[in-house]
T-cell receptor, first 113, second 118 residues
């Protein structure tokens, strides 16, 4: 089955700096890669996603890049703010069932004012 | 669109009892729903895929007789934790897959259920 590795496990940055979280996946057939933000005790919230036919996608301060050849994808957050502090999860799914997700281990992002 | 409601949000039960968790798609029909489990400070792990009108598909290592899933309608799936034990204490989260073009939806998760077995 699919295996998703996520790094780093913790990331601490100063407000205004950029943050990058990287994930690799094992199954080359995976074709959907969402990123979720989860605050303590709450549900994961989708912040951005990318499909395998696209190399990069951007939404304001957040961007995701995908390298299908290397089987890795990354989340980029620019101009970080304290409210960006949370746990971020990458995920991958394959086939026609985009909802069947394999998650990475998570990254605890802390943005210091 | 793609709102998923989950109830209860938290529950405390005694060892040996059963607990039912509901997952509803409020503004769309969900032919497929997914149940995840998240232990404290860990990632989400898929437990099972719930298909409307048929048996659920369980992931390896998940006991189907302990975690009963019923998906009797296109808007409701239930997860029943039977004979709960303290090690079943976890955050259970569902998500639903629309039966139409998924590009307009973000696979919203339910709000989750915090189960504590004492």
């Amino acid at each position: 089955g699919e295996n998703v590795e996520q790094h780093p496990s913790t990331l601490s940055v100063q407000e205004g700096d950029s943050a990058v979280i990287k994930c690799t996946y094992s199954d080359s057939a995976s074709n959907y890669f969402p990123w979720y933000k989860q605050e303590l005790g709450k549900r994961p919230q989708l912040i951005i996603d990318i499909r395998s036919n696209v190399g990069e996608k951007k939404d304001q301060r957040i961007a995701v890049t995908l390298n299908k050849t290397a089987k890795h994808f990354s989340l980029h957050i620019t101009e970080t703010q304290p409210e960006d502090s949370a746990v971020y999860f990458c995920a991958a799914s394959l086939g026609t069932s985009y909802g069947k997700l394999t998650f990475g281990q998570g990254t605890i992002l802390t943005v210091h004012p | 669109g793609a709102v998923v409601s989950q109830h209860p949000s938290w529950v405390i039960c005694k060892s040996g009892t059963s607990v039912k968790i509901e997952c509803r798609s409020l503004d769309f029909q969900a032919t497929t729903m997914f149940w995840y489990r998240q232990f404290p400070k860990q990632s989400l792990m898929l437990m099972a895929t719930s298909n409307e009108g048929s048996k659920a598909t369980y992931e390896q290592g998940v006991e189907k007789d302990k975690f009963l899933i019923n998906h009797a309608s296109l808007t409701l799936s239930t997860l029943t934790v039977t004979s709960a034990h303290p090690e079943d204490s976890s955050f259970y989260i569902c998500s639903a897959e629309p039966g139409q073009d998924v590009s307009n939806y973000g696979y919203t998760f339910g709000s989750g259920t915090r189960l504590t077995v004492v």
